[in-house]
């Protein structure tokens, strides 16, 4: 009952991770509680009643009055999706946008926030250089990368897939099988992009990340 929006929530503080229920109201301003200790870094919203709806994503790096979608590869875009209002340590604002809140929708939102050892969510700017190396804390078994700003798709890479000492490319936003290749290699304290591809490492462009470890400390 923190939010104007009853939500229901499952929540593990300690991993910085929470899945809600809510209902869409159509109202601007409605507020969703969350369930987490901290302010979310990253907010991935999907309508879960009825056949219309994209995936609404909150980046912390990106801003609470632009917006993310897995289905697109476009760069982020100016939408009051969040009402123009950063997530709080209780809460996330709503705007009036069908994809995050109309009435009488079901929806399902995952909210994470980074802990120490465990998980990072943030942003680099590509060096269009091989070598560009980023710090996480710890060895990561999963890392999601994507273009903040400007075109490009949603790349996975895991330790499970791990061609020593690099991961094999998903994409998230593609059904195409993964590509073997020298992208990122999975560092014991971050990653490294050993690529210039534009979609991982254009200079200049500005990149987020979502990182989970091997072996949380």
């Known amino acids: ?35 987490l200790s901290e302010v979310p870094e990253m907010i991935i919203v999907k309508i879960a009643s009825g056949n219309i709806g994209n995936w609404a994503i909150f980046h912390k790096d990106v801003g609470a009055t632009k917006f993310l979608m897995f289905t697109s590869g476009a760069a982020q875009t100016n939408i009051a999706w969040w009402n123009n209002t950063a997530p709080s340590s209780s809460v996330f604002s709503l705007g009036t946008v069908s994809d995050t809140n109309t009435s009488p929708y079901g929806y399902i939102a995952y909210a994470f926030h980074s802990v120490d050892g465990y998980s990072k969510i943030g942003s680099y700017t590509g060096t269009g250089a091989t070598g560009n190396t980023i710090v996480t804390g710890f060895r990561p078994a999963f890392v999601m990368i994507k273009a903040s700003s400007a075109s490009g798709s949603w790349y996975m890479f895991d330790d499970k897939r791990l061609t020593s000492p690099y991961s094999d490319q998903l994409i998230a936003n593609s059904s195409a099988a993964e590509a073997t290749g020298t992208y990122v290699d999975l560092d014991s304290n971050g990653f490294t992009l050993n690529t210039t591809a534009s979609d991982l490492n254009n200079s200049g462009v500005t990149f987020i990340f979502m990182a989970f470890a091997a072996d949380p400390t």
């Not at 229901?8 to 109201?25: L, M, R």
């Open 1 to 35: 009952t923190d939010g104007t929006i009853t939500s229901q929530v499952s929540a593990n503080v300690d991993a910085g991770f929470s899945v809600v229920k809510y209902t869409g109201n159509s109202t601007a301003g409605a507020t969703v509680g969350h369930g």
